[in-house]
Nanobody, 121 residues
């Protein structure tokens, strides 16, 4: 069955770094675009970053640009999120997402269970 398993979350001081990892299985990983989302307490889930299926393009939310880097390894079925210069407002549960656009406007989405990132002094 489809699985997305995030790891690498934890607690870090402001200015610190973390690297999140998402291990995918049960689907053709290389065919899917991969994204990281996050959801802070009492907030809506927001898109953090996306990498295309062929690893030829990345996009970032404005507040993460220059601090976060998304990457993927299609040979290992993994996607990563390197987070630098972390701020308290980056505190959230981070979710891994796999998505595939189908004809006629349909889309497949898979989600991981999330990993907690806490930035605090």
């Amino acid at each position: 069955q489809v699985q997305l398993v995030e790891s690498g979350g934890g607690s870090v001081q402001p200015g610190g770094s973390l690297r999140l990892s998402c291990a995918a299985s049960g689907f053709t990983f290389s065919s899917y675009g991969m994204s990281w989302y996050r959801q802070g307490s009492g907030k809506e889930r927001e898109l953090v970053a996306t990498v295309t299926s062929a690893d030829i393009g990345t996009t970032y939310a404005a507040s993460m640009l220059g601090r976060f880097t998304i990457s993927r390894d299609n040979a290992k079925n993994r996607v990563y999120l390197q987070m630098n210069s972390l701020k308290p407002e980056d505190t959230a549960v981070y979710f891994c997402n796999a998505h595939l656009r189908l004809p006629f406007g349909q889309e497949i989405n898979y989600w991981g269970q999330g990993t907690q990132v806490t930035v605090s002094s």
